[in-house]
């Protein structure tokens, strides 16, 4: 196991069409660590999390997993990785995404079973225990060969987190997993996040459940205008006398 | 002449129209596919010449095709293509029914959402894979009800042919209709392609309903 961090962002910027959406984003993540990101929509939480996760190149900064280098700047053009590198890369991480984006021709098993075979992890014997496993964990072993568009929104995004994790990641990013599902529906999936917490998964969560972020977190991160306004232990930020800090927790507890 | 010598040759040149119309579906459902990257290409000249292409196939006659591909070579080469009639009627339907296709594949292509590339691109699939294994298959069920249009369009397109003088169902019913002065021959084939057209349709019914399955 490295000593490295399981995630390092240093000074990350993007625009979009001369909208600077991140301007100088840095970030560590250490291995087991849950950290939380908040703050207002259009704030670059999202956007942040996108160029971690390689679906959006970024245009400052660098970004390496396990202290292997995935982009990097020298003095003003990015440079990514190879092919290959990136590949590699790829495998340090799952996300979950908002809407789920389960595939919706499979069955719920072969969802969680193909990626982890078409990655030459596992055979389909041994991907296929693992995935049942996963999936009585997550309540959904009767559901094994069902296809998503049966399941509610709060299965599908348990099946698509048991996705992620069949893919034995070393970080987990989520992309306010809650936020297309109904009050009742989002409690099983932070439950579970929960759970993942207690187990000390390494996770970054975007959300805006900000009793969720307080208690999961080891350290929340404030986001607002592409920039790191304030973060710390989640005591830190809800005990903060800073007034932007608080005019945001408190809107959004209320 | 006595109805059964009618049928028959009728029948005769019914199987010369099931002939074009299965070769243009094998060649063209593959070459729409093909068009279709074409028209969606990021590179500019590509989709340029192939929008270009599929205006024309769709903008112009297909009879008037059939005669383009026949002849042309002819016109332009001086190469005399007589005895290849069938492969140039086998050329003119596939090229312009690729068109057709390209655009109902664009169409499927287009209605997957962003975040099934997304999701296959962080669970490590390569770009065929994502293609192949998580795009195509739903693309082929957006899809089905339209391609059901296109071919059975296709049945009844087989007739011109007769344009190129091929014997298939409708020449051969327009000869014999010549010789016996009567309708009834053109009546009969009309009463085949609507037979032929009742098996597409229920085959292509099957198809809609297996690929259904979610």
Redesign the interface.
Known sequence: MSDKPVLEIKNMRKSFTGNEVLKDISLTVNKGEVVSIIGPSGSGKSTALRCA???ETMDGGSLAYEGNVAASDDGGTMHYADKQEL?KI??C???V?Q?F?????YSVLRNVT??VV??GQADKKEACERAMKLLSRLGLADKADS???SLSGGQQQRVSIA?ALA?QPDILFFDEPTSALDPELTGEVLKVIKDLAAEHMTMVIVTHEMKFAREVSDRIIFMENGVIHSQGTPDELFNSDNDRLNAFIGKLES | MQLSVMLSQLAQGMLVSVEIFLLTLLFSLPLGLLVSFGRMSKNKVVSAVVKFYIAIMRGTPLMLQLIVVYFAPFYIFGVNLKGFRFPAIIIAFSVNYAAYFAEIYRGGIEAISKGQYEAAQVLGYNKVQTFFRIVFPQVLRIITPSVTNETITLVKDTSLAFVLAQAEMFTIAKQIAAKEASVGPLMVAGAFYFVFNFVVAFVMDRIEKKLNYY
Do not use: D
């Open positions: 996760t390689l679906l590949k790829r495998r991480f799952g996300l995404f809407s984006n389960l595939f919706p021709h193909e990626p078409l990655s296809y998503p568009s996705r893919m």
